[in-house]
């Protein structure tokens, strides 16, 4: 086995743990098995949610064993963290093709079997759903403080800002929690990592271990992501940057790496590919026009971790046509037009902007460009093909940012 809490901790993966000590002993002793929870909010994943695969599938490089766990149970009542409002309910069939959706993501990230450090996936929906509310609050309501409860951030914030906090989902943490709980008692799992603002919520989960069982149960938080100027990881201006290909192309995926700030690029790298650290400090060290090769560096390695090495290079090969021969490359994404229609109306059927208003304010401010001539007028007709404003040619490459 592999020292675990060192990789991690060289690759910025860790934000805080409890007792550094007893936990490091636990994991040389034997396979350790650990888990993160995954609410079925939607069919797959977000990049905002990679720091946690990347976190799962080191710890099954290290010798450990990764566990899964999905929130069917939990997913019917929504985690209040650091939101304005509740989520909206979803029923059971729903849930159930969120999971399937979510289950493919970490098949690409790793190893599902039956061996000790082959991953398993679990829902908690197979516990939360067969609890009775008078039993469930007299073994598990009892060991927690509700002054505590008031305190952690996940509710304080929401209550500071004066909005509503349904009773349905002040359970959240105690079933969070009890969750943690059953692995313990279950599959032995004594780990639950997740990210610094979940702290709170899994120190919870630890202390009723230890109050239930007498048990040492260990937690691991992993920083929260942000780019260099602030922004969250997982959401840009065009969407959010999912994890599945049915949901965004392997082109969009590198080209969202490809566009990683300057000072970024290092970070990423440690935390986003299984690039060696030398090499990555070589990289991180460029400057100037240098450090888009590192950039591209980035794009494709990351790519190839979630939709393999073949795709990667396809959609750097389209890259590279695109952006440095002037072609519309192969992966590009396309649409067909049948009938004449305005760019901005076309900026909008390709994606490029959410509204006509938008449309006109990329076009204005210069950031649109048709076959790499900066347009000017948002009204500007673009021919069907029966009536080609493209000159001889039958496709135009239009560009947006």
């Not at 905002?48 to 999905?70: A, D, N, T, W, Y």
């Not at 800002?161 to 692995?183: A, G, K, T, V």
Request: proline fraction near 3%; charged fraction near 20%.
């Amino acid at each position: 086995m592999k020292d675990f809490l060192a990789h991690a901790r060289a690759r910025g993966f860790i934000h805080q743990t409890t007792d550094v000590e007893a936990f490091s002993a636990r994991l040389k002793s034997s396979v350790l098995p650990g888990y993160i929870g995954f609410d079925c909010t939607a069919d797959s994943l977000h990049v905002g949610s990679l720091v946690q695969i990347m976190i799962l599938r080191l710890l099954q490089q290290c010798g450990h064993k990764p566990v899964v766990l999905m929130g069917g149970g939990t997913t019917k009542v929504g985690d209040p963290s650091f939101r304005d409002e509740a989520r909206p309910l979803l029923d059971d069939a729903r849930i159930e093709a969120n999971k399937a959706g979510i289950r493919q993501v970490f098949d690409n990230f790793l190893r599902f079997g039956t061996g000790p450090t082959d991953a398993v996936m679990l829902d908690n929906a197979a516990w939360l759903d067969q609890l009775a509310y008078i039993p469930f609050l007299r073994d598990v309501g009892r060991h927690f403080s509700v002054n505590r409860m008031l305190s952690m951030d996940s509710v304080k914030l929401r209550l500071d800002r004066e909005q509503n906090l349904s009773f349905l989902e002040f359970n959240y943490m105690l079933l969070q929690s009890y969750d943690f709980l059953e692995l313990f008692r279950q599959h032995g799992v004594a780990l639950q990592m997740g990210g610094s603002d979940q702290w709170g919520n899994i120190v919870l989960g630890a202390d009723l271990i230890r109050r239930v069982t007498g048990g040492e149960a260990h937690v691991l938080t992993t920083p929260l992501i942000t780019s260099s100027s602030g922004a969250k990881m997982g959401k840009t201006a065009s969407g959010a940057i999912w994890l599945s290909a049915e949901k965004l192309s392997p082109f969009d995926y590198w080209q969202f790496w490809r566009n990683t700030e300057d000072g970024d690029v290092g970070r990423f790298m440690k935390l986003f590919t299984e690039m060696p650290l030398e090499e990555i400090a070589r990289l991180e060290a460029l400057s100037g026009a240098e450090i888009n090769e590192a950039k591209k560096v980035l794009a494709t390695e990351a790519t190839t971790l979630l939709h393999g090495r073949a795709a990667a290079e396809a959609a750097a090969e389209t890259a590279r046509k695109t952006f440095e021969e002037g072609e519309a490359g192969g992966d590009l994404p396309r649409v067909v037009i049948t009938a004449a229609t305005s760019l901005t109306a076309l900026l909008v059927q390709v994606g490029f902007a959410t509204s006509n208003a938008e449309a006109r304010r990329h076009v204005a401010g210069g950031g649109v460009r048709v076959d790499d001539v900066v347009a000017g007028d948002p009204q500007a007709m673009v021919a069907a093909p029966a009536k080609l404003s493209f000159g001889k040619k039958k496709h135009a490459l239009i560009v947006a940012g």
